[in-house]
């Protein structure tokens, strides 16, 4: 496959890299590209040139909105180019991938026709008192592997209608899409307002301690969540942290589990399990426990498991090696202790990261896969008498990104959601996440909101103009 343009840009502009590293296809072990690796000094000229493009940009809200509109515009016209650059890098299937290219456009949009309604906190004898929002300025945003062009859209899109100008960075597992999207949006977004740059994991903690940044947008692991946000301590930058979730999902007791088995599946097993706010654990009412094992085991056993350029492949490999290996591992620990997997279990053979999606039964916490993140093709699935149990179990973790709650009765299961300690709770659905809707984590899933009014509002600093009477 031939692969679009692929530089970084600083400035408007392609530049040339002298150094690069390995970008692999996780579907082959084959090595695909290299990737321009940022030195030192084209770091400094990226910030340096959204510091300098700062000025106009803040401007002219009209011409921001115009543009974000024109960017999704440019999305959408190369989707059919960006779709197979995500499969080729991430591995999932390509339908899937082009989906991914048309929601970032959605997230560009839905941004650029955003109201922003004047804030009257006070009218009175005394005084009057506004809220106007002003954008902090450069933003350094760092995305991670998973969801490479979407999740750089949730941050790209706020931030430049508030005003800000941005450097961005995606992961090392994942850097030719958004590469590609840099060059794509060259001729759309002035010089300097965006740019693009790619590296191994120093430059994201390079970029953490750059001067420039007044804000550091970030979507990746809690370790390294922490790691960020005490780099920004040093000048108090802003930051915004979208972390790992375990999110549990309960089933009631009058579940009808054929009804919900394929949206289970979907929302624990999309993506091969690497989504931030997938199912990641499953705790059932024992009266209907056997019966939703049968049938998501069943579902899971049919799934079709390949590389996503293959017609009819609904689940890619595991994106990286690190992550198979951490997968594998708590796979057969949990199995080693005695768990059951009811339908895969294993590595597939080779080449590529492909794991045998996997339903787990006979755990309990205290086990690995079931306390932390697995953010795999794996799902342990367990059984609890008492709802008061099932979610003091669900609360017991650092985790809190977002829950779930299923039942026929409605009202009783908005009653149970309501009791879950994560940012999102869902009734009879999960990861309902689209533009509008705020997403973020509790504990120590994330720090700060994303999408919607309030994913905007972290791209500013909020000023109060107060007039006296
Ligand atoms: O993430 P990292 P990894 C979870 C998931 C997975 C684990 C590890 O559980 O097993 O994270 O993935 C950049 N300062 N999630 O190791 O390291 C890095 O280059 C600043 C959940 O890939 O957090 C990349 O661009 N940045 C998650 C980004 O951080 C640094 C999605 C994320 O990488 C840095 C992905 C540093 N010191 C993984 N070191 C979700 N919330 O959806 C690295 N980076």
Not at 162 to 169: C, E, Q, S, W
Not at 406 to 427: I, K
Request: net charge negative.
């Amino acid at each position: 496959m031939e692969l679009p343009d692929i530089t970084m840009t600083i400035d408007g502009k392609s530049v040339p890299h002298v150094a690069g590293f390995d970008v692999l296809n996780p579907s082959t072990e084959q090595v695909v590209a290299q990737a321009p690796d940022c030195a030192d000094d084209q770091l400094d000229a990226a910030f340096d040139s959204a510091a300098r493009a700062f000025g106009d940009w803040r401007e002219d809200l009209p011409g921001r909105r115009q543009i974000l509109s024109d960017a999704a515009d440019a999305l959408v016209a190369n989707a059919e180019a960006l779709a197979p650059v995500l499969t080729l890098e991430q591995g999932r299937p390509v339908d899937q991938a082009a989906i991914e290219v048309h929601a970032a456009a959605a997230w560009f949009r839905y941004f650029a026709a955003l109201e922003i309604p004047t804030e009257i906190v006070q009218d009175d004898d005394a005084g009057r008192g506004e809220i106007i929002r002003k954008p902090v300025g450069v933003v350094g945003a760092i995305t991670p592997w998973n969801f490479p062009l979407l999740l750089a859209s949730w941050k790209l899109a706020p931030a430049l209608l508030a005003g800000n100008t941005v450097v961005l960075k995606p992961s090392p597992y994942t850097p030719l899409a958004t590469l590609a999207l840099g060059a794509v949006l060259r001729d759309v977004v002035p010089a300097g307002v965006l740019n693009v740059v790619s590296g191994r994991d120093p430059l994201g903690a390079a970029m953490t301690a750059h001067p420039v940044p007044r804000k550091i947008s970030f979507t990746g692991s809690i370790a390294t969540g922490k790691r960020v946000a005490a780099a920004a301590a040093d000048d108090l930058k802003r930051v915004t942290l979208e972390l790992g979730g375990n999110d549990p999902a309960i089933l009631l007791d009058d579940v009808e589990p054929a009804a919900i088995t394929e949206k289970l599946f979907q929302f624990s097993f999309s993506n091969s399990g690497q989504v931030c706010s997938a199912i990641k654990r499953v705790y059932v009412h024992e009266s209907r426990y056997a019966e939703v094992v049968e049938a998501l085991t069943e579902r899971v056993r049919a799934a079709r498991v390949g590389d996503g350029f293959t017609e009819g492949v609904e689940l890619g490999p595991i994106q990286n090696a690190p992550q198979y290996a951490r997968v594998s591992g708590l796979v057969s620990a949990a199995i080693d202790d005695g768990a059951t997997a009811t339908t895969g279990g294993r590595p597939m053979d080779g080449p590529g990261y492909f794991f045998e999606p996997t339903v787990l039964t006979g755990l309990v916490e205290g086990s690995a896969i079931v306390d932390e993140e697995q953010f795999g093709p794996a799902l342990p699935i367990m059984p609890y008498s008492r709802i008061e149990d099932a979610v003091q179990r669900a609360n017991a973790t650092n985790y809190g990104l977002g829950a779930s709650v299923w039942g026929t009765d409605t009202e009783r299961a908005t009653a149970v959601a309501g009791q879950l300690d994560s940012g999102s709770v869902w009734v009879n659905t999960h990861m309902a996440v689209a533009p509008n809707l705020p997403f973020g984590g509790a504990k120590w899933s994330g720090l700060g909101v994303e999408n919607g009014p309030w994913g905007y509002a972290a791209f500013t600093e909020l000023q109060l103009v107060f007039r006296a009477r």
